[in-house]
Nanobody
Framework: QVQLVESGGGLMQAGGSLKLSCSLS????????MGWYRQAPGKERAVVAV???????HYEVSVKGRFTISRDIPKKILYLQMNGLQPEDTGVYYC??????????WGQGTQVTVSS
């Protein structure tokens, strides 16, 4: 099982931008997909963006056109560029790694707060 550490969260005004990073320790070749999830206050954790092993990306409808998921495979870092931030983007953002075999891994989360 890999270990994930997120960074880059913070407080931002609406319309601003943040870039989250997720550093992976372990065998990245064992990973089938990686993604970012968000847990908004009082809500369940939900997917924001996913990138598959071959590079295909998928986005939650509300972030399409504003957020971009990417990765640096040699550095084993997953990114989430967030532009046009809105108050409803507030939450704890978690990095996720889904291996071909075995349990998925989660980071500890990083807080993103967007003020109006």
């Amino acid at each position: 099982q890999v270990q994930l550490v997120e960074s880059g969260g913070g407080l931002m005004q609406a319309g601003g931008s943040l870039k989250l990073s997720c550093s992976l320790s372990g065998d990245i070749d064992s990973i089938n997909a990686m993604g970012w999830y968000r847990q908004a206050p009082g809500k369940e954790r939900a997917v924001v963006a996913v990138i598959l092993r071959e590079g295909t990306t998928h986005y939650e409808v509300s972030v399409k056109g504003r957020f971009t998921i990417s990765r640096d495979i040699p550095k084993k870092i997953l990114y989430l560029q967030m532009n046009g931030l809105q108050p409803e983007d507030t939450g704890v953002y978690y990095c996720n790694a889904l291996p071909f075999v075995g349990p998925e891994s989660w980071g500890q989360g990083t807080q993103v707060t967007v003020s109006s």
